[in-house]
């Protein structure tokens, strides 16, 4: 098996998981915050009872542990993989963002933005189909 | 304005923060077996490294601009405009990485570019 072929077999399933976990937490932030409510002030005094109801939402804490499961999976890809080849890649998510706002979170979603989000994941394809190294291995054991 | 800030502070201050992250990451080197001890002890390598650290620093700040442009706007229109931070991933990890972005990523980085043009008009 050559390397880059070893290297795949391992990157993909990781990529496959920060695809689901990812935006699953982007849709319980956008649940929790919609519940609390416009933020637009950037003084402390308005932040803090604002942070504290943010704390007490159990959609926030959900979201944030499917966004430390992506963030996990995300850190060993980068032990291996480029940066500007994970980065990309991974974000096939733009596809299943748009698919869990419209279930979880009703939002209604324009043919524009359907047709947005199409060509970011185009975009997607044709980077992700680069090789997954392009600098040397600092420090293979 | 204040969402535009926002934009900014979600794709400049968590792309940095992921470059960070990034280069303390190829500091400890590949990762072979995924035990749930060599996962641990990677974790813990981690936070010994000061880019793991000032990476945490500036990606806490591009989540809490999340969290707030989340309170007024739709999730599937607030995380596409963010796919902004390809282009930005693309110029730090050239300049900051030393990787090499060859003319097929830059094409599909563009086409990224494009998208996001799009979902914005999608704007309400």
């Known amino acids: 098996m050559t390397h880059t072929r070893r290297l795949q077999l391992k990157t993909l399933p990781l990529i ?5 976990l990812g935006p699953l937490g982007n849709v319980f932030l956008g649940k929790a915050m919609k519940g609390i409510g416009s933020v637009t002030s950037a003084r402390i005094l308005d932040l803090v009872p604002i942070a504290s109801r943010v704390l007490a939402s159990g959609y926030i804490w959900l ?25 990309p890649a991974t974000s096939l998510s733009y596809l299943s963002i748009s698919i869990l706002s419209y279930l979880l979170l009703g939002e209604t979603i324009s043919l524009l933005r359907w047709l947005g989000v199409a060509v970011i994941c185009l975009g997607v394809f044709l980077v992700g189909r680069t090789s997954p190294r392009t600098t040397g291995a600092p420090n293979r054991g | 304005m204040v969402e535009a800030a926002l934009f900014f502070l979600i794709v400049v201050a968590g792309t940095a923060g992921e470059l960070c992250v990034s280069r303390a990451m190829k500091s400890i080197g590949e990762v072979h077996d995924f035990s749930l001890k060599s996962i641990l002890s990677f974790v813990l390598q981690s936070l010994h490294l000061p880019w793991m650290w ?3 620093a500036l990606m806490s700040l591009g989540f809490f601009s999340l969290l707030a442009i989340l309170s007024f ?36 980085i563009a086409v990224v570019c494009i998208g996001v043009t799009i979902v914005w008009w999608s704007r309400k």
């Open chain 1, 16 to 20: 496959l998981i920060s695809i689901v």
């Open chain 1, 63 to 87: 979201g944030i542990a499917c966004l430390l499961g992506f963030f996990i999976a995300h850190m060993l890809l980068l032990t291996w993989a480029d940066y500007s080849y994970v980065q």
């Open chain 2, 54 to 56: 000032l990476g945490i």
């Open chain 2, 73 to 108: 706007q739709e999730v599937s229109f607030v995380v596409p405009v963010s796919a902004l931070s390809y282009a930005a991933g693309a110029f730090g990890a050239k300049a900051f990485l030393g990787e090499r972005i060859n003319r097929n990523r830059w094409i599909g």
